[in-house]
């Protein structure tokens, strides 16, 4: 069966994550896989998933009755005493077989070592892919790497948090509906995996040789241009340094993502989706991230700086329309009172 | 055929024994004389909390891996409490705000140390070892009752406070899970974790 199973493994790469899910959920002890089920092509597996995990329930708690029925008919001839102490035996037995469960869908669906692999780095590699990031590559004749791998982009994705949140302190930026650091995490982590996932779809529709791994690897570390990009212009408020900083720096690591895109693309009106796509969205959310998060620092510089900004105007308080108002109703009130 | 208790034999004293049991196995509330102190009963070994607040405040100290396992909370809830009566002492009442961002600091650690260590990590160790480094942070937000940090020099304190507290944290974690070469891939989270922390105190 796993023969059969590696096979299939072998000859359809992209569906490897399914072929691991697959197995793992064979190996983890249930005889019930149905080969059969495995050729329909309803298009999921996790239907048969499902099934399985039911039958592996039932078949528990069958366990578990006929253990505890056979527990109590043996017993059930004994003095008394032992009456309360057969309830414990059978809870606990109870209890044993649902933990057995539960940590049997914990270790199928919750499994973080799949990850594992992704985060076994050195840290002159992530120094070195932080500064290539940054290089445009020139071959782009044939595929170039791209490192799979999470960490990297995970804690640029963090840094850019912790950069929104500090300019976002500076400016005293006050978000009504929700939390400073909820806004943060959502539009970093929103923008990372949303638009690798975007990527990725329109990848898989113009026929790229990227994986998912390597698309977020990709997307995560051009972050780092849009962090020392963010970080210096929060600090230091010119619009024109801006400008200079999101054309140089965003376009080089835009470039360089294009760059590899490119490379890994066939066929000109596909490169330019793909491409014009991401530089697109790329590019514009570096000018989202400095315009909604600093406008009011430059609010509060206008008005210290400003020799423009006219002085302030008092604006006469129309007391006449209030006390007319205040008038009538009393009137009223006097005339349904009397 | 009670269910019995497993014995209690002193273990926390690791690795150095300075209490024996009279008994190798005692019940609890059979004997006066037989019950263990009330410190070791509730895990709270003052000696070991003294030794790991000093390997916080001394950056050059070397960590000792056995006794940076054990899983003492009791130091690390102090610490948390203390951190938010000097903020409170500086008119900021965010008692919330430290106990949530340490929970999913924690959280965040854990899981990202499974991820990167040979050997596991219990959670109790991390929110141990995390705890304990924000000792520094408490200095600088008792220095930010008196004195702004939001000037130049409370700009080079704050980011002062920060290293010293990720270099401890990463010492400890590095001993502790024994990945040599990584220490600066486990400094930089436990820097963003206590950069959100110094925001709190500077702002």
């Known amino acids: ?338 | 055929m009670m269910q019995q208790q497993q014995p209690y034999t002193g273990q926390i004293y690791q690795p150095t024994q300075t209490y024996t049991p009279t008994t190798a196995q005692s019940f609890y509330g059979s004997n006066f004389e037989d019950e263990p102190p009330l410190l070791e009963e509730l895990g709270i070994n003052f000696d070991h909390i003294w030794q790991k607040t000093l390997t916080v405040l001394h950056p050059l100290k070397v960590a000792d891996g056995s006794i940076m396992n054990e899983t003492d909370l009791a130091g690390p809830m102090v610490f948390c409490l203390a951190f938010g009566a000097t903020l409170l002492l500086a008119g900021k009442i965010q008692f919330g705000y430290v106990y949530g961002i340490s929970a999913i600091g924690c959280l965040g650690m854990f899981c990202l140390l499974n991820l990167m260590s040979m050997t596991g990590v219990s959670f109790g160790c991390v929110a141990s070892v995390l705890g304990y480094c924000l000792l520094p942070m408490i200095l600088l937000s008792s220095f930010a009752v008196v004195f702004s940090l939001q000037g130049m020099m409370g700009v080079i304190l704050t980011a002062g406070i920060i290293g010293w507290c990720s270099f401890s944290a990463s010492k400890i974690f590095i001993s502790a899970l024994a990945m040599e070469g990584q220490q600066l891939l486990v400094a930089y989270p436990c820097a963003l974790l206590y950069g959100v922390f110094a925001l709190i105190s500077v702002f």
């Open chain 1, 1 to 338: 069966m796993s023969g059969a199973v590696a096979a299939r493994g072998g000859a359809a790469a992209d569906w490897g994550g399914f072929e691991d899910t697959m197995q793992a959920g064979g190996s983890s002890g249930s005889a019930v896989i149905d080969m059969e089920n495995m050729d329909d092509t309803s298009g999921s597996s996790f239907e048969d998933m499902g099934e399985m995990h039911q039958r592996m329930k039932e078949e528990e708690e069958e366990e578990a009755e006929a253990a505890g029925g056979e527990e109590e008919d043996g017993e059930f001839l004994g003095m008394k005493g032992f009456r309360g102490q057969l309830g414990r035996q059978v809870a606990d037995q109870m209890w044993q077989a649902g933990k057995r469960q539960a940590s049997k869908a914990f270790s199928l669906y919750a499994n973080i070592d799949i990850l594992r692999p992704y985060f076994d780095v050195e840290p002159i590699q992530v120094r070195n892919r932080l500064l290539e990031s940054m290089i445009p590559v020139k071959m782009i004749n044939f595929p170039q790497k791209i490192a799979g791998e999470l960490y990297g982009p995970l804690m640029l994705v963090f840094t850019l948090v912790a950069i929104l949140l500090h300019g976002m302190k500076t400016s005293d930026t006050i978000i009504r509906e929700g939390t400073l650091m909820g806004t943060a995490i959502g539009t970093c982590f929103g923008y990372w995996l949303g638009v690798s996932s975007f990527i990725y779809f329109l990848a898989y529709l113009c026929n790229a040789q990227i994986t998912m791994v390597q698309m977020l690897s990709l997307l995560g570390y051009g972050l780092f241009g849009h962090c020392v990009t963010l970080f210096i212009t929060y600090n230091i408020h010119f619009h024109s340094l801006f400008y200079v900083f999101w054309l140089g720096i965003g376009g080089l690591s835009t470039l360089r993502m294009v760059a590899v895109l490119v490379s890994r693309t066939v066929g000109h009106t596909q490169r330019l989706i793909l491409c014009g796509t991401l530089s697109a969205l790329h590019m514009l959310f570096l000018l989202y991230l400095h315009f909604a998060y600093h406008k009011v620092v430059e609010g509060i510089l206008d008005t210290l700086e400003g020799p423009n900004v006219p002085p302030f105007q008092r604006v006469a308080r129309d007391i006449p329309v209030v006390s007319s108002a205040v008038l009538n109703t009393t009137v009223k009130v006097m005339a349904l009172t009397s």
